[in-house]
């Protein structure tokens, strides 16, 4: 994806997480959340390690659906990976659950389950 894009990896890096703080805004903004619920609810995702490790998961999978299906260019990138799926209900519980407990511990037990 570096060369595709002729980036850095500190940039892709950043790309990487740049998208994946957009994407939990969405997905609250979709569920109609606003003002101080909206914001609390993303600062969870963004500080849960679970979400980072299934921001990661989502990412790789489409990086690889994307160079696939030939869309060589960055706006399709940015198209692509801003249509990917929400997580589901039994995720989202493990997210929040994850920052009510250590770190490791949540680790833990999403590895277990993904």
Known sequence: MCD???MTSDAYLEMWYE???????????SWALNGKAHKRAVHIY??????WFFWA??????C???????LHTRKGFDIFIRNQPQPGKDLHRQ??????????????KFHENY
């Open 19 to 29: 998208y994946g703080c957009e994407y939990a805004e969405r997905l609250f903004k």
């Open 95 to 108: 997210i929040v659950a994850a920052s009510k407990a250590t770190s490791k511990e949540a680790a833990r």
């Open 46 to 51: 963004i500080c849960s390690t679970v979400f």
């Open 64 to 70: 690889e659906k994307f160079l696939v299906r030939g």
């Open 4 to 6: 595709l894009f002729n």
């Open 57 to 62: 998961k989502l990412w790789m999978k489409s």
